[in-house]
Structure formats: structure tokens, C-alpha cells
């Protein structure tokens, strides 16, 4: 059978577009403004014609052309617009306005909306888009043009996935009904998907490979944090830093995953033990960006570009939609193609 066929704005390293790929479309075209994330994009997905270029800048109706396609016909139009300007850590918790200009890139996928006229339209952020209003307009416009639309909240976890992860996720059909996939009540724990990895110091794979330069004071804490689950909470007042004592909350800074249980959210911060609970279960370190990778589902071969450091690697891996959560939602018989 011909697979549908797929456009992926906001592509990022790609993650998306592996998942469509798994669950059985072709993806043919994507946009991406970050150069670096486009490399890793391409390298991965050789055969999609790749737009490193502003969404913004880029006309819906050139697309057609290039792709040669009549409006109409493509199947899917898939996008994941930058999350953090809907992120409620970047908004005291919800407590502040957000006018981060990123909100507004939710816009262009009305754009190539109009534009495209695709079958079907699935669209991931985090959940505090339901409460913007931008939102609430997409909604509509999409049920004007005759689209039929659901939208849900989902956690990773229930679809494969090493990870406590909950996104707010949207498709929309013209051609038929839409439905989401059962949840899977069998989890995936930390130590199936990465208790097999040799350490990083014996590893050839440079995403694994990757060393750690911290000050003697931090490498003496992380030692001390409680293996398989520990966090700071668990640590002396005397070992706490200065910085941790000033906060309350956050007590997943310098935490350990837990070996039996999924791990947190993979964010941008994912190598950083700073940033969340990123820690080894029981070695004295961080995560690696392979280890991380592969929380998110990405396969072990999967290629990263480490152009930009560290800190960009960490930002491709934690923004991509977790491939093997889109296999089970974007089915394409769940928009009735």
C-alpha cells in the first residue's frame, strides 16, 4: 500500500518525523530554523526535503511547488511549535503573564493550514497551551473549515516510553473520525532501556562518551546523593549548597533516576544535574546525551550533532516529541485515512 504522506513543521532533530515514520507515514518535506538541529535532522532522514529557514518567511503555496503537490493532498501536516513560551516553569507556575514571541508560532500552522489544506493535522506542546486563547482560535478556525478535532492530554509513559512525560496533543480530520490509542498500563523502566550500557569511559559512541568537569565540591554531593532514586533532600544541611538552601521546591535538583521506575521529563536541561533529577541511578555522573536519547526513544544509532556543545545537544534531545509515543498516537487510521 502507498503510505500517506506527511509535511513536519518545526522539525527539530527529527524526532517527530521518525515517529510518523513508524507509524506508517512518508514524510516528505520539513521545516526547521536551527541549523545545527537541521544537520542532525538530515543525517537521520536523508530522503526529506529540508527547509532550514524562519516558518515565518517561507509561503505555503512554494511548498506545494516543491513538493509537488496539489492543495489538497497531502495527508498529514504535523508540527510541534516551540513549548517554552507556554511553559509554566517560565511563568511563576502560571501566576504571570507569559508574552514570549514564540506563543505566536502557533499562528503559521494555521497558515500552512489554509494554505495546504491537508487531510489530517496533528499538533504536540505542553498542556498549558489549552489554557491560551491562541488555542482556543485554532480550535475554532480548524472546525469552520470542516475539520473534526480532539484534543488530550497524554503522559509518555503510557505509550512506551521510559518517561513521566505530558503533553497536550491535538488532531484534526476531514476525512473521518479521530481517536486516540489505548494506554498501555505495562511500563517501561530506566534499567530496560539503558541498565545494558557500558560505562561512558569504555564507550566508542561519542554521545555516550561524553566527559563530565564539575568542581570537587559538586563530585563530592553527587557521590553522597542516595543511589537509585536519592535526591538532595537526602543529603546532610551541611553538604547542601548555598544556592539549593535559598530554594524551596525543586527537589528534584541533583536527583538520581530510579532504576525500577520511568524517568522524569527529559528537558533541555537533561545532562545537567542542576537543572532536575538527571543523575545516574548508581554511577557518580550525569546522564549522557545517548542515555537521554534513549529515554526519549530515540534507537541507539540515531545520530546527534554536537556542533554547538553540549548544552545544544541536551536542547535537541529534550524538545523532541518522544518517537515512540507518535508510532501509537499519529496511526494514521486514528484520522480515518
Known sequence: MKRPLSLDLFAGAGGLSLGLR??????????????????????????????????????PKSILQELRLKTGELDLLAGCPPCQGFSTLRTKN??????????????QMSRFIRGLQPKAIMLENVPGLARDKRFTIFIQDLEKSSYTVKWAVLNAENYGVAQRRKRLVML??????????????????????????????????????????RKESVRKIIELIPKDGGSRGDLPDEYQLKCHQRIRGFHDIYGRLAWDSVAPTMTSGCLNPSKGRFLHPSQNRAITPREAALLQSFPEDYWFSSKRGKGHLALQIGNAFPPKMIEKVANPSNFGL
Open 22 to 59: 513508524w507509524a506508517g507515514f512518508k514524510t516528505i518535506g520539513a521545516i526547521e530554523i536551527d541549523p545545527v538541529a537541521t544537520l542532525s535532522y538530515s543525517h537521520n532522514h536523508p530522503e526529506v526535503q529540508v527547509w532550514n529557514d524562519d516558518i515565518r518567511t517561507i509561503s
Open 94 to 107: 502560571g501566576r504571570r503573564a507569559n508574552h514570549d514571541p514564540r506563543n505566536d508560532l502557533v499562528k
Open 172 to 213: 484534526a480530520s476531514r476525512v473521518g473520525d479521530i481517536r486516540f490509542p489505548q494506554l498501555s498500563f505495562q511500563k517501561v523502566t530506566v534499567r530496560e532501556i539503558i541498565g545494558s550500557l557500558i560505562e561512558p569511559n569504555t564507550s566508542t559512541d561519542p554521545l555516550h562518551n561524553v566527559r563530565e568537569n
